[in-house]
Protein backbone atom coordinates (compact mmCIF):
# COMPACT_ATOMS: atom_id res chain seq x y z
CA UNK A 1 0.00 0.00 0.00
CA UNK A 2 1.92 2.82 -1.21
CA UNK A 3 1.68 5.97 1.32
CA UNK A 4 -1.01 8.36 0.77
CA UNK A 5 -1.36 12.05 0.79
CA UNK A 6 -4.39 14.79 1.10
CA UNK A 7 -3.41 16.81 -1.66
CA UNK A 8 -6.14 19.04 -4.17
CA UNK A 9 -8.98 17.94 -1.34
CA UNK A 10 -9.02 14.57 -2.63
CA UNK A 11 -6.58 11.92 -0.79
CA UNK A 12 -4.44 10.46 -3.46
CA UNK A 13 -0.86 8.48 -3.56
CA UNK A 14 1.93 10.16 -2.46
CA UNK A 15 3.80 9.73 -5.64
CA UNK A 16 0.71 11.74 -7.21
CA UNK A 17 0.93 15.17 -5.07
CA UNK A 18 2.96 17.45 -7.09
CA UNK A 19 3.04 21.45 -6.74
CA UNK A 20 3.90 23.54 -9.74
CA UNK A 21 7.38 25.05 -9.59
CA UNK A 22 5.69 29.02 -9.66
CA UNK A 23 4.39 28.28 -5.64
CA UNK A 24 4.35 30.95 -3.56
CA UNK A 25 5.37 29.15 -0.81
CA UNK A 26 8.43 28.00 -2.90
CA UNK A 27 9.78 30.57 -3.41
CA UNK A 28 8.96 32.67 -0.50
CA UNK A 29 9.04 30.31 2.69
CA UNK A 30 5.14 31.32 2.78
CA UNK A 31 3.46 28.11 4.34
CA UNK A 32 2.47 26.95 7.96
CA UNK A 33 2.73 23.43 8.79
CA UNK A 34 2.71 20.92 11.61
CA UNK A 35 4.13 17.59 12.56
CA UNK A 36 2.54 14.93 14.26
CA UNK A 37 3.25 11.34 15.65
CA UNK A 38 0.97 8.79 15.18
CA UNK A 39 2.41 6.24 17.69
CA UNK A 40 2.42 1.84 16.93
CA UNK A 41 1.11 0.41 19.84
CA UNK A 42 2.47 -3.32 18.70
CA UNK A 43 -0.29 -5.32 21.56
CA UNK A 44 -3.22 -3.19 20.66
CA UNK A 45 -2.09 -3.25 16.46
CA UNK A 46 -3.29 0.48 16.85
CA UNK A 47 -1.82 3.67 15.93
CA UNK A 48 -2.54 6.56 18.15
CA UNK A 49 -2.41 9.85 17.11
CA UNK A 50 -1.16 12.45 19.64
CA UNK A 51 -2.40 15.79 20.63
CA UNK A 52 -4.21 16.01 17.00
CA UNK A 53 -6.35 18.89 17.94
CA UNK A 54 -3.97 21.16 19.58
CA UNK A 55 -1.42 21.18 16.55
CA UNK A 56 -4.50 21.79 14.30
CA UNK A 57 -5.74 24.51 16.77
CA UNK A 58 -1.81 25.52 16.42
CA UNK A 59 -1.75 25.53 12.77
CA UNK A 60 -5.26 27.31 12.84
CA UNK A 61 -3.40 30.47 14.33
CA UNK A 62 0.07 30.10 12.59
CA UNK A 63 -2.66 30.52 9.42
CA UNK A 64 -4.21 33.85 11.33
CA UNK A 65 -0.43 35.15 11.63
CA UNK A 66 0.09 34.58 7.61
CA UNK A 67 -3.16 35.12 6.02
CA UNK A 68 -3.99 31.73 5.23
CA UNK A 69 -7.31 31.06 4.31
CA UNK A 70 -7.65 27.46 6.04
CA UNK A 71 -11.42 26.23 4.99
CA UNK A 72 -11.81 23.42 7.75
CA UNK A 73 -12.50 23.39 11.30
CA UNK A 74 -10.08 21.54 13.82
CA UNK A 75 -12.36 18.42 13.96
CA UNK A 76 -12.70 18.40 9.82
CA UNK A 77 -8.73 18.44 10.24
CA UNK A 78 -8.81 15.88 12.45
CA UNK A 79 -11.02 13.41 10.58
CA UNK A 80 -8.98 14.28 7.06
CA UNK A 81 -5.88 13.23 9.33
CA UNK A 82 -7.17 10.05 10.59
CA UNK A 83 -8.55 9.17 6.97
CA UNK A 84 -5.07 9.55 5.20
CA UNK A 85 -3.31 7.84 7.87
CA UNK A 86 -6.04 4.97 7.46
CA UNK A 87 -5.57 4.52 3.97
CA UNK A 88 -1.39 4.45 4.23
CA UNK A 89 -2.19 0.92 6.29
CA UNK A 90 1.28 1.88 8.50
CA UNK A 91 1.96 -0.48 11.29
CA UNK A 92 4.62 1.45 12.55
CA UNK A 93 5.01 5.00 13.95
CA UNK A 94 4.49 7.52 11.51
CA UNK A 95 4.83 11.25 11.42
CA UNK A 96 1.95 13.01 9.96
CA UNK A 97 3.21 17.05 8.05
CA UNK A 98 -0.17 19.08 7.52
CA UNK A 99 0.75 22.21 5.34
CA UNK A 100 -1.55 25.43 4.54
CA UNK A 101 0.19 27.07 2.11
CA UNK A 102 0.68 29.85 -0.58
CA UNK A 103 -0.52 28.27 -3.20
CA UNK A 104 -1.04 30.67 -6.26
CA UNK A 105 1.34 30.44 -8.84
CA UNK A 106 3.14 33.80 -9.54
CA UNK A 107 5.87 36.01 -8.42
CA UNK A 108 5.62 38.81 -6.02
CA UNK A 109 6.41 39.54 -1.70
CA UNK A 110 3.11 39.33 -0.16
CA UNK A 111 1.05 37.53 1.50
CA UNK A 112 -3.02 39.19 0.66
CA UNK A 113 -4.82 37.97 -2.53
CA UNK A 114 -3.38 35.13 -2.94
CA UNK A 115 -4.91 31.25 -3.04
CA UNK A 116 -4.02 29.32 -0.56
CA UNK A 117 -4.02 25.32 -0.06
CA UNK A 118 -3.71 22.68 2.17
CA UNK A 119 -2.15 19.03 1.82
CA UNK A 120 -1.41 16.30 4.68
CA UNK A 121 1.23 14.02 4.12
CA UNK A 122 2.48 10.94 6.01
CA UNK A 123 5.45 9.21 6.02
CA UNK A 124 8.00 7.24 9.13
CA UNK A 125 10.75 8.99 10.30
CA UNK A 126 13.94 7.78 11.42
CA UNK A 127 15.33 8.54 14.93
CA UNK A 128 15.51 12.36 15.11
CA UNK A 129 17.82 12.24 18.02
CA UNK A 130 19.39 10.22 20.34
CA UNK A 131 17.19 9.64 23.11
CA UNK A 132 18.50 6.56 24.77
CA UNK A 133 22.23 8.14 24.85
CA UNK A 134 21.47 11.76 24.98
CA UNK A 135 22.82 14.51 22.68
CA UNK A 136 25.62 16.81 22.90
CA UNK A 137 24.98 20.19 22.16
CA UNK A 138 26.67 23.65 21.48
CA UNK A 139 25.10 27.50 21.69
CA UNK A 140 24.81 28.49 17.68
CA UNK A 141 26.60 31.25 16.50
CA UNK A 142 23.39 32.10 15.21
CA UNK A 143 20.31 33.98 16.80
CA UNK A 144 16.32 33.13 17.32
CA UNK A 145 14.67 35.53 14.94
CA UNK A 146 12.86 37.59 17.19
CA UNK A 147 8.42 38.09 17.21
CA UNK A 148 9.07 41.42 15.65
CA UNK A 149 10.91 39.46 12.54
CA UNK A 150 8.67 36.40 12.31
CA UNK A 151 7.04 35.01 15.04
CA UNK A 152 8.26 32.05 16.16
CA UNK A 153 5.12 31.17 17.65
CA UNK A 154 3.45 29.91 14.15
CA UNK A 155 5.33 26.52 12.69
CA UNK A 156 5.78 29.04 9.56
CA UNK A 157 7.83 27.21 6.68
CA UNK A 158 10.30 30.46 6.19
CA UNK A 159 11.69 30.76 9.68
CA UNK A 160 12.78 26.78 9.21
CA UNK A 161 15.90 28.57 7.21
CA UNK A 162 17.12 29.99 11.08
CA UNK A 163 16.96 26.40 12.39
CA UNK A 164 18.64 24.45 9.82
CA UNK A 165 21.68 27.23 9.64
CA UNK A 166 22.18 26.61 13.49
CA UNK A 167 21.56 23.10 13.05
CA UNK A 168 24.19 22.26 10.44
CA UNK A 169 27.08 24.54 12.03
CA UNK A 170 26.02 21.78 15.01
CA UNK A 171 26.58 18.92 13.10
CA UNK A 172 29.81 20.26 11.03
CA UNK A 173 31.41 21.31 14.33
CA UNK A 174 30.90 17.85 15.81
CA UNK A 175 27.65 18.27 17.82
CA UNK A 176 24.65 16.38 17.80
CA UNK A 177 21.64 20.25 18.29
CA UNK A 178 21.92 23.66 18.47
CA UNK A 179 20.92 25.61 20.95
CA UNK A 180 19.67 29.19 20.17
CA UNK A 181 19.58 32.12 22.36
CA UNK A 182 17.76 35.22 21.39
CA UNK A 183 18.56 38.63 20.23
CA UNK A 184 19.80 40.08 24.02
CA UNK A 185 21.58 36.40 24.68
CA UNK A 186 19.07 34.55 26.61
CA UNK A 187 18.47 30.62 26.15
CA UNK A 188 15.30 30.18 23.63
CA UNK A 189 15.44 27.04 22.05
CA UNK A 190 17.30 23.87 20.22
CA UNK A 191 16.60 23.95 16.08
CA UNK A 192 13.66 22.04 16.37
CA UNK A 193 12.55 21.64 20.13
CA UNK A 194 12.26 23.17 23.12
CA UNK A 195 14.62 22.65 26.41
CA UNK A 196 13.72 22.38 29.64
CA UNK A 197 16.57 22.27 32.65
CA UNK A 198 16.27 20.64 36.31
CA UNK A 199 17.97 23.39 38.83
CA UNK A 200 17.94 22.45 42.55
CA UNK A 201 14.65 20.47 41.87
CA UNK A 202 13.02 22.47 39.89
CA UNK A 203 11.85 22.59 36.52
CA UNK A 204 12.83 25.56 34.49
CA UNK A 205 11.78 26.41 30.86
CA UNK A 206 12.19 29.56 28.75
CA UNK A 207 8.84 31.87 28.48
CA UNK A 208 6.76 32.20 25.51
CA UNK A 209 8.02 35.76 24.90
CA UNK A 210 11.64 34.50 24.35
CA UNK A 211 10.67 33.40 20.79
CA UNK A 212 9.86 29.84 21.21
CA UNK A 213 7.56 27.57 19.56
CA UNK A 214 5.08 26.82 22.11
CA UNK A 215 5.76 22.81 21.98
CA UNK A 216 2.77 20.28 22.19
CA UNK A 217 5.35 17.96 24.01
CA UNK A 218 6.73 20.92 26.24
CA UNK A 219 2.83 21.68 27.23
CA UNK A 220 2.78 17.82 27.57
CA UNK A 221 5.48 17.68 29.91
CA UNK A 222 4.85 20.59 32.01
CA UNK A 223 1.59 18.47 32.72
CA UNK A 224 3.13 15.14 33.35
CA UNK A 225 5.81 16.57 35.82
CA UNK A 226 2.65 18.36 38.09
CA UNK A 227 -0.03 15.74 37.73
CA UNK A 228 2.46 12.86 38.53
CA UNK A 229 5.61 14.06 40.34
CA UNK A 230 4.27 16.98 41.93
CA UNK A 231 6.89 19.50 40.45
CA UNK A 232 5.56 22.79 38.77
CA UNK A 233 7.57 24.30 35.93
CA UNK A 234 8.95 27.79 36.14
CA UNK A 235 8.58 29.46 32.90
CA UNK A 236 11.22 32.17 32.53
CA UNK A 237 14.43 33.79 31.11
CA UNK A 238 16.98 31.15 31.03
CA UNK A 239 20.79 32.50 31.18
CA UNK A 240 23.04 30.56 28.87
CA UNK A 241 25.44 29.63 31.54
CA UNK A 242 22.47 27.97 33.74
CA UNK A 243 22.72 25.63 30.59
CA UNK A 244 26.47 25.10 32.23
CA UNK A 245 25.35 25.07 35.79
CA UNK A 246 22.31 23.24 35.71
CA UNK A 247 21.69 19.84 37.17
CA UNK A 248 19.97 18.03 34.27
CA UNK A 249 18.90 19.36 30.94
CA UNK A 250 16.84 17.85 27.99
CA UNK A 251 14.86 18.87 24.60
CA UNK A 252 11.24 18.20 24.20
CA UNK A 253 9.50 18.16 21.01
CA UNK A 254 7.42 15.98 18.38
CA UNK A 255 10.31 14.07 16.77
CA UNK A 256 12.33 14.64 19.12
CA UNK A 257 10.49 12.90 22.00
CA UNK A 258 12.31 14.00 25.72
CA UNK A 259 15.96 14.22 24.53
CA UNK A 260 18.65 14.03 27.03
CA UNK A 261 20.89 16.87 26.91
CA UNK A 262 24.50 15.48 28.17
CA UNK A 263 26.97 17.94 27.14
CA UNK A 264 26.67 21.78 26.59
CA UNK A 265 30.01 23.95 24.95
CA UNK A 266 31.72 21.24 26.18
CA UNK A 267 30.68 21.16 29.53
CA UNK A 268 28.98 18.30 31.44
CA UNK A 269 25.84 18.57 32.50
CA UNK A 270 25.59 17.20 35.70
CA UNK A 271 27.66 14.04 35.73
CA UNK A 272 27.19 13.48 31.87
CA UNK A 273 24.72 11.22 32.27
CA UNK A 274 20.81 11.04 31.54
CA UNK A 275 19.38 12.40 34.80
CA UNK A 276 16.64 10.55 36.97
CA UNK A 277 14.64 13.42 36.55
CA UNK A 278 14.62 12.98 32.90
CA UNK A 279 14.26 9.62 33.08
CA UNK A 280 11.06 9.83 34.67
CA UNK A 281 9.61 12.29 32.35
CA UNK A 282 11.11 10.59 29.80
CA UNK A 283 9.18 6.81 30.84
CA UNK A 284 5.91 9.18 31.81
CA UNK A 285 5.90 10.21 28.02
CA UNK A 286 6.70 7.71 26.19
CA UNK A 287 3.78 5.54 27.79
CA UNK A 288 1.64 8.70 27.45
CA UNK A 289 1.88 8.05 23.46
CA UNK A 290 2.06 4.87 23.18
CA UNK A 291 -1.41 4.68 23.98
CA UNK A 292 -0.58 2.98 27.28
CA UNK A 293 -1.41 5.36 29.84
CA UNK A 294 -5.45 4.61 30.64
CA UNK A 295 -5.18 8.05 32.23
CA UNK A 296 -4.30 10.13 29.07
CA UNK A 297 -6.21 8.36 26.17
CA UNK A 298 -7.48 11.94 25.72
CA UNK A 299 -4.48 12.70 23.96
CA UNK A 300 -4.61 10.04 21.58
CA UNK A 301 -6.53 9.62 18.54
CA UNK A 302 -6.71 5.71 17.64
CA UNK A 303 -6.08 4.49 13.79
CA UNK A 304 -6.12 1.12 12.82
CA UNK A 305 -4.97 0.60 9.36
CA UNK A 306 -7.36 -0.29 6.63
CA UNK A 307 -5.05 -2.96 5.40
CA UNK A 308 -3.08 -5.82 6.51
CA UNK A 309 0.11 -5.73 7.63
CA UNK A 310 2.37 -7.19 4.48
CA UNK A 311 3.69 -10.13 4.92
C1 LIG B 1 11.58 25.31 16.64
C2 LIG B 1 10.79 24.27 17.36
N1 LIG B 1 10.66 24.37 18.69
C3 LIG B 1 9.97 23.46 19.40
C4 LIG B 1 9.38 22.37 18.80
C5 LIG B 1 8.61 21.38 19.62
O1 LIG B 1 7.24 21.52 19.37
P1 LIG B 1 6.27 20.28 19.52
O2 LIG B 1 6.51 19.70 20.84
O3 LIG B 1 4.90 20.85 19.38
O4 LIG B 1 6.61 19.35 18.42
C6 LIG B 1 9.49 22.23 17.41
C7 LIG B 1 8.89 21.08 16.72
O5 LIG B 1 7.85 21.15 16.18
C8 LIG B 1 10.20 23.20 16.67
O6 LIG B 1 10.33 23.10 15.36
Redesign the pocket.
Known sequence: MPPYAYFHKKFVPLSEAKIGVLTHALHYGTACF??IRGNWNEEKQELYLFRLKE?YQ?LHKGCRILKIDLPYTVDELCKLTVEVVEKSGYHEDVYVRPLAYKSHQAIGVKLHDLEDDFLIVVATLPAYLDADKGVRCCVSSWRRIDDTMIP?RG?ITGI?VN?ALAKTEANIRGFDEAILLTHDGHVA??????IFLFIDGKLVTPPSSDN??L????DTVMKLAKNELGIETEERTVDRTELYTADEAFF?????HVTPIIEVDERQVGDGKIGEMTKKLQDLYFGVIKGKNPKYMDWCTPVRAKVAKAS
Open positions: DGHRAKYSEGSGENILGITRTGTAA
